[in-house]
């Protein structure tokens, strides 16, 4: 007998891979107790205990995010942070920091770091915090990306010109009829 009605199929999804770049196993163990209270994996961690040993894991692929701990033996602070994130672009990274790290930590997120924390900040929770506020941020770039895109093909398809400036009077954007019109490039 054949069967007409909807079918249902599960999506199997593969955990997201957190690499903790720290020499800290107190830090390993709360990494360890955060990836199971997240609530929005599956999650699957490393712990690696030197940058050395950390940059051809990431060279490797498959890492979703990076926690990395800016006091690192071998290379602390803003240079640590720079090679991972040239080993890893387009990888979340979020670091850790003792109490006067705080300032090359905020200089990490004008580089690109995703988040920090300081010593005494690091425990379960706030690593659970700090992973589920990656996925909620990841899951609004991804919005925001369809978003553009679809107004990028709504805009393109306008038989008007379009343009697009910024506050300072800057071209942001043209559209074909806009490009044929002024002959100005994109």
Known sequence: MLYNGPVFTLAITSPRKLLLIDDSPVH????????????????????????????PRLEKKGIWAVFLNLRIAGCEGLSAFDQVLEAAPGVSILVLGGPRDEARAIETLKRGAKDYLIEGHIDRYSLSRAIRNMVEREMAEDALFTEKARARVTLDSIGDAVISTNISANVTYLNPVAEKMTSWSK
């Open 28 to 55: 390993a163990r709360v990494f360890r107790e955060a990836l199971i209270d997240a609530s929005d994996g599956p999650f699957e961690g490393e712990w690696i205990t030197t940058l050395a040993d950390g940059l």
